[in-house]
């Protein structure tokens, strides 16, 4: 089942007086904005607006998905808590807002959180470019909208609340190609086809995953934080030393643990039975209050008697084993290590598990450089030799999503956001 997150706000001018709401959609496993809406309403109160941006909100993630589940952000106290139910709704003009907004959507498929303006910034701005259209005798177009573009994601500090919402990772990116396709066709020709193109990325149809495939199992692809080797480039497999995380690898367990919590996506955590991938599972885990199972499948390459060393002085050594290890995935490192193409059997092995037990949830898999790797490779297709031709920073987040026809979509790969 996918999941979307949904951001809605809006506002008077005067409260009545002239009123506007905006309300943003993104990917809850990848953080991509899929869809925004922002209308001018005429007079009405904030609240009014509020709920209008709310429902405006809902719509967009029903037209997306109406199967998805949806996670909805505002930083209206009392719409929050009147959709919840701790709080009875009183106003006329807003009892049928509230009714309208439940029946969107299934209620327990849509969940509620209260997160403060500053952490609302990009609906807050649709809703206020839309007011200003108004100002103008103009209607909001995405096509001249700024909102959360002109300015780079917040720092998501370790300090921050748990419950704190960090922006989307890819919400810039995202919310562009949502513009550039809602454009009007006198501005941009090619309109129709640009929304074509967004809505199948949202919502990849016949090809991708056919409506009656089902929702696919997401792999939410975790990289170990930094050991005592990573800084220094070093060989680092399962037959070596198996080293612990440094203080520095913690402090990124740390950071992914908040970034995860905010996204608040994942159902289970799945580890790699080294020290390094079972430490960094650990501390996601206790923050995402989850248990940590075991995939032996998901351990790093044993990479012979190069463990511990770099690149150099491999090439050094073992320069003739080395050339060979880079022109062939059959090839094994110095001293019986294991080949690729052995690594990314035991790695299929796995995924095809991994795959039938989670069905439709979504997973933490906790690895290695390696497996991360094959796993994207494998999903696009690609040929043994691009593994060398991906860059996958130490704690960095990839995506990966696998539908029951076996078909795979990449939607995210080495994003380190969150250590920024």
Do not use: C
Request: neutral net charge; hydrophobic residues 40%; without cysteine.
């Amino acid at each position: 089942m996918r999941e979307f997150i949904v951001e809605a706000d809006g506002g008077s001018r005067g409260n009545p007086g002239p009123a506007g709401y905006g309300a943003v959609v993104s990917d809850a496993a990848t953080g991509e904005t899929l869809a925004e809406a922002a209308e001018y309403i005429g007079v009405a109160t904030n609240n009014v607006a509020e709920y209008r941006g709310l429902l405006a909100g809902l719509n967009a993630a029903r037209a997306l998905d109406p199967g998805a589940r949806v996670h909805v952000r505002m930083d209206s106290k009392l719409v929050v808590e009147q959709m919840t139910g701790r709080w009875k709704i009183k106003h006329p003009a807003m009892r049928p807002l509230a009714a309208e907004a439940a029946r969107v959507l299934p209620p327990e498929r849509v969940t509620y959180e209260w997160i403060p303006r500053e952490r609302n910034k990009h609906a807050d701005r649709l809703a206020n470019e839309a007011m200003d259209a108004g100002k103008r005798g103009e209607t909001w177009s995405p096509a001249t909208s700024l909102a959360d573009l002109s300015a780079p994601p917040a720092d998501p500090v370790p300090s921050a609340s748990p419950d704190r919402p960090g922006p989307p990772a890819d919400a810039s990116a995202g919310a562009a190609r949502v513009r550039a396709a809602l454009a009007p066709a006198s501005r941009n020709p090619s309109a129709e086809a640009d929304l074509r193109a967004a809505r199948a990325v949202a919502a990849p149809a016949a090809g991708w995953a056919p409506a009656d495939m089902g929702a696919p199992a997401t792999f939410v692809l975790l990289r170990h934080g930094e050991t005592p080797l990573t800084p220094q480039k070093r060989f680092s497999g399962s037959g070596g030393s198996d080293p612990s995380l440094s203080g520095t690898g913690r402090g990124q367990a740390e950071r992914v643990a908040e970034a995860l919590a905010r996204r608040g996506t994942v159902q289970a955590v799945v580890a790699s039975p080294l020290a390094r991938t079972r430490e960094t599972a650990g501390i996601v885990a206790a923050r995402l209050g989850l248990d940590v199972s075991v995939e032996d499948g998901l351990r790093e390459t044993d990479f012979g008697a190069w463990e511990g060393l770099t690149f150099g002085e491999v090439r050094e050594r073992h320069p003739d084993d080395l050339n060979a290890w880079l022109s062939s995935p059959d090839a094994e490192p110095t001293g019986g290590g294991e080949s690729f193409a052995a690594t990314a059997a035991r790695v299929s092995a796995a995924r095809d598990r991994l795959v039938a037990a989670y069905a439709g949830r979504t997973v933490l898999l906790v690895t290695h450089v390696t497996p991360i790797k094959t796993l994207v490779r494998l999903a696009l297709g690609a040929p043994p030799e691009a593994l060398f031709r991906m860059e996958l920073s130490a704690a960095s987040l990839s995506a990966v999503a696998y539908y029951a026809d076996g078909n795979a979509s990449v939607r995210l790969f080495n994003d380190t956001s969150h250590l920024r």
